[in-house]
């Protein structure tokens, strides 16, 4: 029973491996413990793995996001209020460390609680005793707290930004999660998985990843981890047998970026073009602007220099240098063709020199 309610995590990779079974060690043990990890690594799945294998798996495992809630609310949702604790409560309401007696609660985001709910954390965590808000009774509760962020906590208590107490308590022991990029080998075992699964929603038959997607989604930093590669994965593949395609899927480096439009809110495209700012190191390459030609020759000298040093760096891979510059692949293959770059070594003009280029 317990192995049909264990959430299911695929990876093979020796780093995940190796993270799976610190869990497997700590779980068994009614310590509370903090899993870390970068959005997106699957710190949720983590914990639900933690309270299904442990000496509570049939008890309830509970979860909350400390992050969507307001200070007043966080307490209320946590620890319950009585009735006329604040303006709307009109009756008693139980929080989830009562819901959650006798297993596990999860607490995600735990690093943006306020101090005063951290305050009433410590002493729950500590002795099991808790108070609801607008109450004056003690109460008690047979909790494990299992507790997620994706920042750095040891640092934010030196700098007072986290209770260091709270965090004594909490770090009984910490699993810390690898993220994607760290586990090439999983990459096209998750993107299988996640396309399979589109695949059977539509009621068609998948027919595969090309090699050539594959290789491409293996070189991506995939900063949003698991959770972007899912989306990816599954946006693609329903593009393309939404388009009755029987070929294997390719890679669409402009399916990267869903908001990708030429009709994307003008706020937005602003956004997008200040994020294309080059790093000191970039920009220290970039010639200085020159006042006797048009702002339109300059404008294009300052992107194609960024487009060349963005290619020269990595070696002419346009997936790279897009990425490098903040943008999405479509984005680069359109300035690449505004300014004439050929699918060749460089751009077809003969007075220019241009980086040689590679595609996907």
Same mark, same amino acid.
Request: glycine content about 8%.
């Given at each position: 029973?317990?192995?049909?309610?264990?959430?299911?995590?695929?990876?093979?990779?020796?780093?995940?491996?190796?993270?799976?079974?610190?869990?497997?060690?700590?779980?068994?043990?009614?310590?509370?413990?903090?899993?870390?990890?970068?959005?997106?690594?699957?710190?949720?799945?983590?914990?639900?793995?933690?309270?299904?294998?442990?000496?509570?798996?049939?008890?309830?495992?509970?979860?909350?996001?400390?992050?969507?809630?307001?200070?007043?609310?966080?307490?209320?949702?946590?620890?319950?209020?009585?009735?006329?604790?604040?303006?709307?409560?009109?009756?008693?309401?139980?929080?989830?460390?009562?819901?959650?007696?006798?297993?596990?609660?999860?607490?995600?985001?735990?690093?943006?609680?306020?101090?005063?709910?951290?305050?009433?954390?410590?002493?729950?965590?500590?002795?099991?005793?808790?108070?609801?808000?607008?109450?004056?009774?003690?109460?008690?509760?047979?909790?494990?707290?299992?507790?997620?962020?994706?920042?750095?906590?040891?640092?934010?208590?030196?700098?007072?930004?986290?209770?260091?107490?709270?965090?004594?308590?909490?770090?009984?022991?910490?699993?810390?999660?690898?993220?994607?990029?760290?586990? /090439?080998?999983?990459?096209?075992? @998750?993107?299988? $998985?996640?396309? #399979?699964?589109?695949? %059977?929603?539509? *009621? +068609?038959?998948?027919?595969?990843?090309?090699?050539?997607?594959?290789?491409?989604?293996?070189?991506?930093?995939? /900063?949003?981890?698991?959770?972007? @590669?899912?989306? $990816?994965?599954? #946006?693609?593949?329903? %593009?393309?047998? *939404? +388009?009755?395609?029987?070929?294997?899927?390719?890679?669409?480096?402009?399916?990267?970026?869903?908001?990708?439009? /030429?009709?994307?809110?003008?706020?937005?495209?602003?956004?997008?073009?200040?994020?294309?700012?080059?790093?000191?190191?970039?920009?220290?390459?970039?010639?200085?602007?020159?006042?006797?030609?048009?702002?339109?020759?300059?404008?294009?000298?300052?992107?194609?220099?960024?487009?060349?040093?963005?290619?020269?760096?990595?070696?002419?891979?346009?997936?790279?240098?897009?990425?490098?510059?903040?943008?999405?692949?479509?984005?680069?293959?359109?300035?690449?063709?505004?300014?004439?770059?050929?699918?060749?070594?460089?751009?077809?003009?003969?007075?220019?020199?241009?980086?040689?280029?590679?595609?996907?």
């Amino acid at each position: 029973m317990i192995g049909e309610q264990t959430p299911q995590l695929i990876g093979e990779d020796p780093s995940w491996l190796a993270a799976q079974e610190h869990v497997s060690r700590l779980a068994p043990l009614d310590r509370p413990c903090l899993i870390i990890g970068e959005r997106g690594t699957g710190k949720e799945l983590i914990g639900e793995r933690m309270h299904f294998l442990s000496k509570r798996w049939d008890g309830p495992f509970v979860k909350v996001n400390c992050a969507a809630l307001s200070e007043q609310l966080l307490d209320s949702e946590l620890f319950g209020h009585e009735r006329g604790a604040f303006t709307g409560a009109t009756e008693r309401r139980l929080g989830r460390f009562e819901l959650a007696d006798g297993g596990t609660l999860f607490l995600d985001e735990i690093a943006t609680a306020s101090m005063q709910v951290q305050e009433k954390l410590l002493r729950v965590v500590e002795y099991g005793e808790f108070q609801r808000l607008g109450g004056e009774k003690v109460l008690t509760t047979n909790v494990r707290v299992v507790a997620a962020t994706n920042v750095d906590l040891p640092s934010k208590a030196a700098t007072g930004d986290f209770r260091a107490d709270l965090l004594d308590r909490l770090a009984f022991d910490v699993v810390t999660l690898p993220p994607l990029r760290a586990r /090439p080998a999983d990459i096209s075992l @998750l993107a299988d $998985f996640f396309a #399979r699964r589109m695949a %059977r929603e539509m *009621a +068609e038959d998948f027919p595969g990843f090309a090699p050539s997607a594959i290789a491409a989604m293996e070189a991506h930093n995939w /900063p949003g981890n698991v959770r972007e @590669l899912r989306n $990816f994965a599954q #946006r693609i593949t329903y %593009r393309a047998l *939404a +388009e009755h395609q029987t070929d294997p899927v390719q890679f669409d480096g402009g399916a990267l970026d869903p908001f990708d439009s /030429p009709w994307r809110p003008a706020a937005s495209l602003a956004a997008a073009t200040a994020q294309t700012t080059p790093s000191s190191d970039t920009a220290a390459a970039l010639p200085p602007p020159v006042l006797d030609i048009s702002f339109e020759d300059q404008t294009r000298l300052f992107e194609t220099s960024l487009i060349d040093t963005a290619l020269s760096a990595f070696d002419g891979h346009q997936g790279k240098a897009a990425r490098a510059l903040d943008l999405s692949y479509h984005q680069f293959r359109g300035l690449l063709k505004k300014h004439g770059y050929g699918k060749g070594a460089g751009k077809p003009q003969p007075e220019t020199n241009k980086a040689p280029i590679r595609s996907m």
